[in-house]
């Protein structure tokens, strides 16, 4: 047979630029999308994707642009704590009392917010403690992501006998409340970091991801294209990473987000009830288990770091609907 | 069969030059013997029990020629697409064989089955769905050479996606957008270039222009027409549109419930149609000339396409047809030029009283319909 990249093996085709022009004509839409197109011949070749088009839906969007900016000032709180007090969080100097009430004056200094019982500035702990709950925010969902996608992907991929195995197993890690799991995991460990409290949440978290892994798997899985690519001849490899993943990571993205927040929340909490992270590590929980003590004394030495907690959640949680309402074309 | 079977396990791996042979034009280069494909129906969650099959292909027994365009049509539910994927070995074969180039390649896997798909490819019938949306264009059209890396190599690979892109009058620009910028047509046009990437001699299109306006489907089909000619391929040609059929085969197959009901020559099956099915079909394609439309004879079938899970015995058309007798309960009518016939009228019919219906006899053979509607019930 010819070959089809031979020029003189068939019939030369007309120019490119000819049957551009032919071919706009074949449908009414066609047309327009074209003239469209052609007035604007500097965005034309702009790849628009799914990804592209949410990105440019999100501008656009309030609830993003408040939640993107409090997301980056918590990361560079996180990382550069001692870019935004000279104070040291855990200098405790007992003449700082926390009767003493906050001295809105002192802007950026230790005594901004007050000291806590310990006559520690709350100030330099609220801004050092969001170490803690970034870190563990993002690397339990990552780790949740990584674990609960393949776990996800491999049962809604394979399906049959290797899903139900998997999924019966996903189903016995679901059944285990997070909270109660978390306790007696954390339990275990001699002394607490911030990692052991990864490790007990991710390998508790991952469930809820591999099924929305899984359902979105099996949907894309049906496609014409991925029957198209494995009627080329196409590997598992393939198949999974090049045309199902992609196409099925959206609603993981989202989950991940919304969950992320989650994630924060459950370190405080469990830092809170005292099996989660211990001093001398600063974290939000720690410092409003520690405020319990002179609350109806000293209420702002709970305010702080809780009012920190739960802008850190709200933030992760609005920037996880945001991404969900773009990414969702329906709700466009 | 048996041996066919035998020379399959035996060439596991068929060497490469058994399929670089070229085939004669008109000689088969596909054969499709007595292929079934049935879907196991099952009962219970935990303990599946197979209570029955849905028998979507039942026996079908065709040859492909090389260079000829072979159309299959039948209506919905007819076994036309699971007959297209079971080719493609996109699901796996329930029985019978088919060969290419007289090798076994139902059963094959691996290594041997993907020297296989690069001979023989697919358009498909969706062109919003057939192409992934994360991908763009050069990506798609070239995705078959990162497959098959033997066939063009990595430097050429840019080129030769924007040469298929020409070829099947696309602008070689287009390279890096994404399928939501192009219209229906353009799709189904870049769905056309990834399957021809690999060269193919064979290419399965499964209702390539059903889901395309009516003035895209006259230009897919005229590339697909004009395509053929350059590269010399062999279509299977797979619709439910008797009239688009009608101008791009040589030869038709009708299929009915899982099994192919008559075949032959275009002329043969359009004008010299000897089973009811097909007699059927071709009296309801819609005539435009409204004087010729209160003249002719239209066939009204009653009732609905029995279940494949439960077809009826013998012959499975006989619920819906007026000359069913009780030979057709009990006796399955086999594909074959009936010998009672001649002429184009003698060709592959699948019925016992397969004849060509006559002009003057048309209305009569439609109130015999009714009434013997009655009598087979």
Not at chain 1, 103 to 128: C, E, H, K
Not at chain 2, 25 to 36: A, M, N, Q, S, Y
Request: hydrophobic content about 45%; aromatic content about 8%.
């Amino acid at each position: 047979m010819p070959d089809i990249h031979d020029e003189d093996s068939y019939e030369p085709h007309p120019k490119p630029g000819v049957s551009h022009l032919d071919y706009a004509g074949e449908q009414g839409m066609a047309v327009e999308q074209e003239t469209l197109v052609e007035r604007d011949p500097v965005k034309r070749e702009e790849a628009r994707s799914l990804w592209g088009d949410a990105w440019r839906d999100l501008r656009g969007r309030p609830i993003f642009l408040i939640s993107a900016v409090l997301i980056l000032l918590l990361v560079v709180m996180a990382i550069f704590p001692w870019a935004f007090t000279d104070t040291d969080p855990r200098k405790a100097d007992l003449v700082n009392d926390y009767l003493r009430r906050p001295n809105w004056g002192d802007v950026f200094g230790g005594g901004w917010f007050g000291y806590d019982a310990q006559g520690r500035s709350i100030y330099a702990r609220v801004i050092y403690g969001a170490r803690a709950s970034i870190t563990v925010g993002i690397f339990v969902t990552a780790a949740v992501t990584v674990l609960g996608g393949l776990t996800g992907m491999v049962a809604g991929y394979f399906g049959g006998a290797v899903d139900a195995v998997v999924s019966r197993i996903t189903d016995i890690f679901f059944g285990i409340p997070l909270l109660l799991g978390a306790l007696v995991l954390l339990n275990a460990f001699a002394t607490r970091t911030v990692w052991s409290v990864v490790i007990a949440l991710g390998v508790l978290g991952w469930t809820q991801i591999a099924r929305v892994m899984r359902g979105a798997v099996l949907t894309v899985k049906q496609a014409d294209f991925v029957v198209a690519g494995r009627a080329l001849g196409a590997g598992t490899g393939r198949l999974m990473f090049r045309h199902i993943l992609p196409n099925a990571i959206a609603p993981v993205i989202v989950v991940a987000t919304i969950a992320l927040g989650g994630y924060i929340a459950t370190e405080a909490t469990l830092s809170f009830l005292g099996i989660g992270l211990q001093d001398p590590t600063i974290s939000w929980g720690i410092d409003i288990s520690s405020a319990q003590k002179v609350i109806r004394t000293a209420p702002y030495v709970l305010f702080f770091p809780a009012a920190a907690l739960s802008v850190t959640v709200l933030a992760f949680i609005m920037l996880g609907d945001a991404v969900r309402d773009a990414l969702d074309p329906k709700l466009r | 069969m048996t041996a066919n079977g035998a020379s399959a396990l035996g060439a596991a791996v068929p060497e490469e030059a058994a399929f670089t042979q070229e085939v004669p034009r008109g000689e088969p280069i596909l054969e499709v013997r007595d292929l079934i494909k049935h879907f196991p129906l099952t009962q219970g969650v935990l303990f599946k029990k197979r209570v029955g099959a849905v028998k979507a292909v039942d026996g079908v027994s065709f040859d492909l020629m090389q260079g000829e365009t072979l159309g299959i049509v039948g209506e919905s539910g007819c076994g036309k697409s699971t007959l297209a994927k079971v080719l493609m070995n996109l699901e796996p074969a329930t029985g019978g064989s088919v060969r290419y180039k007289g090798e076994e390649i139902s059963r094959l896997s691996g290594a041997a089955l993907k020297a296989v798909r690069r001979n023989i490819q697919m358009v498909f019938q969706d062109p919003y769905t057939s192409l992934n949306p994360r991908m763009t264009v050069g990506d798609i059209i070239g995705e078959p050479y990162e497959i098959h890396p033997e066939v063009a190599p990595k430097g050429d690979r840019r080129k030769a996606v924007q040469d298929l892109l020409d070829v099947v009058g696309l602008n070689p620009e287009y390279i890096n957008r994404y399928p939501h910028q192009f219209s229906g047509g353009q799709r189904q046009r870049i769905g056309i270039a990834r399957g021809l990437a690999l060269k193919p001699e064979i290419i399965i299109c499964d209702e390539p222009v059903s889901a395309l306006d009516v003035s895209v489907q006259a230009q897919v089909i005229n590339l697909l027409e004009q395509l053929q000619g350059e590269f010399n391929l062999s279509y299977m040609f797979i619709a439910h549109d008797l009239s688009i059929v009608r101008h791009i085969s040589d030869r038709v197959g009708v299929m009915y419930l899982g099994k192919m009901v008559e075949v032959g020559s275009d002329a043969e099956i359009y004008d010299h149609a000897t089973h009811p099915y097909t007699q059927a079909l071709l009296s309801a394609v819609p005539v435009p000339d409204p004087a010729a439309r209160e003249s002719r004879d239209r066939i009204v079938l009653t009732g609905d396409v029995p279940s494949p899970a439960n077809p009826p015995s013998g012959c499975r058309f006989r619920t819906r047809c007026w000359k069913a007798q009780q030979r057709c309960e009990v006796e399955v009518p086999l594909l074959a030029a009936p010998s009672w016939l001649d002429g184009a009228a003698s060709h592959d019919s699948a019925c016992h009283f397969a004849a060509e219906r006559e002009i003057g006899q048309a209305g009569q053979s439609g109130q015999a319909g009714e009434s013997g509607q009655g009598g087979t019930e």
